[in-house]
Nanobody, 116 residues
Framework: QVQLVESGGGLVQPGGSLRLSCAVS????????MGWYRQAPGKQRELVAR????????NYADSVKGRFTISRDNAKNTVDLQMNSLEPEDTAVYYC?????????WGQGTQVTVSS
């Protein structure tokens, strides 16, 4: 069973930065398309960013374009999300996701709170 463990969440002031990291074990990381999702209280889970297996293609939600950057290191089996210029609306639990058809795997989530 593939395991995903997120880290790096926390409390940050508006305008600040955080870097989330997701470590993947028990699988062939390089074949997984990876993504970050988030879920705010009372809202549905939404895609934040995703990256292809080799890292050549990345997609972002409109709300985070220009502020967030997704990256992966296939040698270390990790995928990161650099979050800059954070806004209170970015407050949510952030989840790492790995996909290799027809399977998908989720991490347990890490809380990000943006507040003054």
């Amino acid at each position: 069973q593939v395991q995903l463990v997120e880290s790096g969440g926390g409390l940050v002031q508006p305008g600040g930065s955080l870097r989330l990291s997701c470590a993947v074990s028990r699988g062939i990381f390089s074949i997984y398309a990876m993504g970050w999702y988030r879920q705010a209280p009372g809202k549905q889970r939404e895609l934040v960013a995703r990256i292809t297996t080799g890292g050549s293609s990345r997609n972002y939600a409109d709300s985070v374009k220009g502020r967030f950057t997704i990256s992966r290191d296939n040698a270390k089996n990790t995928v990161d999300l650099q979050m800059n210029s954070l806004e209170p609306e970015d407050t949510a639990v952030y989840y790492c996701y790995a996909r290799v058809e027809p399977y998908g795997y989720w991490g347990q989530g890490t809380q990000v709170t943006v507040s003054s």
